[in-house]
Every structure is written in C-alpha cells, then in structure tokens.
C-alpha cells in the first residue's frame, strides 16, 4: 500500500484513478485499509470507499456487500464459510468522487447476486431475491467470490473533453496521413515537460488503443498509429497532456480507410 501511495500522491489534483481487487481486508481498523484511504496534506493521492463501514466487515448489518464466500460445503477446493466478508472492493480517487468528468452514480456499488438475505449462508439458497436460481447457482460453483460492479457518468466525450482551457502553446498537429491505411503519424508541440497519454476511441466512445508515453519533453513529439488490426472507419484519437500547470487533452478524428 505504501508503493501504491507513493505512486497516486505523485500525481496532480484531479486526477481520475481506481484501485479494484481482492485486498483480503476484515476491517475498517487494519493498517492496510487506513493508509489506502488516509488523507495526506497537499495530495489528492488516497481512495475513497463509497461504502461506509466501521469495524468489522463480515457483521451481518454490512450482508448486502459480502462478496466472499458464496458457498458452505466444499467440492473440489475453493473457500467455504458463507457470506460473511467483503474482501473485494472498488476504490477510486476525490476526482471520481466529485461532479464533473468521470462521476461515480452514487449508491451504484453493488456486489452482484447478494440480496443481503444470505448471511453466513450459500447464496444459491432459494430464494434469492437479487438474481434467478440458474445465476446464483452459477455464482455458487464459478468461484469463490462473487463479482462486485459500479456505475459511472462519463459526463466528457472522445469529442468533446477539455479538462481546462487549454494553453496556445499546446498544440495537437494533424495527423498525416489522414484518411490513412494503415498508419499514421499523431503530432504535437507541447509548452514544456510532462507526460502525455495518448487514446484511440471508436465511435462508439470506447478505447479502442492507449499509449501511455510517460514524461515527454517540451517541443515536438509523434506517435505513429498501426492500425492494420482494425476495420474501416472513424476513429478519435485524444492526446492528454499532463503538467504542474494542469492536465490538457485535445482530439483528432481520423479516418481509416481500407
């Protein structure tokens, strides 16, 4: 968790992070589950809960967030014991916490298949007023630990995401060529020393490639795009740019043509 800490307190307010996992944590009291959430002066580097739990996890008030284990009998290996402990969480940073941006729908955690009624119990004991029999049986002999999901407000698109108003000095070069088959070289000039992140989107909002660049210096730079891999048609390429003086990003739509 320190390793992890270092990393996200480095990193400039606003910043959009999520940690998700089996963390094996029985409390709110362990060390582990403190310095993930714990608040340092001048960082927005901690995770925020969006459950609020206090003591220990596995009480039967907390029934509707138990992930683990959905079974009592074994067969052929795995952890019994019932649904009695909420090892598997999703954490995010004060950025996704906040309005704006990428917003966490409120109250949308949800440990799928647990109806809160099987406490200590097998989750496939009818009725389980979450999900139909053949589902829970389903999560009774897959694993384990039952998945745990969020929802999110993408309130910015490929086309459209502006973080803050960006600086003349930044500037996104076209692309060349473009329409292209089956690469193309993805310019820029950048007003000083930063990392810069690079997104490719199909229409339908999704990433369909990412280059993570890491600390780029000032001036020009390019990325060469092969995309002989994918089908024809209209993609959006976001470059994000991310300094002390803020974080930046500008798109391009390219067009692949086969």
């Known amino acids: 968790m320190d390793s992890l800490r270092k990393v996200t307190n480095s990193w400039p307010a606003g910043r959009n992070f999520v940690v998700l996992g089996d963390f094996n944590i029985y409390g709110s009291t362990e060390v582990a589950y403190q310095k993930l959430r714990a608040n340092a002066a001048g960082t927005e580097g901690h ?66 298949g647990n109806d809160g009624q099987h406490y200590n119990d097998s989750i496939n004991r009818p009725s389980n007023t979450a999900v139909g029999q053949v589902i829970a049986d389903a999560l009774h002999y897959a694993s384990d630990h039952i998945p745990v999901y969020q929802k999110y407000i993408f309130k910015q698109t490929p086309t459209g995401i502006k973080d803050i108003e960006l600086p003349t000095s930044f500037v996104v070069e076209n692309a060349y060529p473009n329409p292209f088959n089956p690469a193309t070289t993805i310019g820029w000039n950048l007003p000083s020393t930063g990392v810069v992140n690079l997104y490719i989107y199909n229409t339908l909002g999704q990433i369909v490639s990412s280059e993570l660049m890491g600390v780029t210096p000032a001036g020009k730079g390019s990325y060469i795009w092969e995309a002989s891999g994918f089908s024809s048609g209209v993609y959006f390429a976001r470059i994000e740019f991310i300094s002390e003086n803020g974080s930046f990003s500008q798109v391009l739509k390219l067009n692949l043509m086969k």
């Open 47 to 112: 995770f925020i809960d969006p459950i609020i739990m206090s003591g220990s996890f596995g009480q039967s008030q907390y029934a509707i967030h138990h992930t683990q284990s959905p079974r009592t009998r074994s067969f052929g290996g795995g952890a019994t014991g019932g649904m009695d402990d909420r090892f598997d969480m999703i954490l995010f940073s004060q950025a996704v916490s906040d309005t704006g941006g990428i917003e966490y729908v409120r109250n949308s955690n949800t440990a799928y």
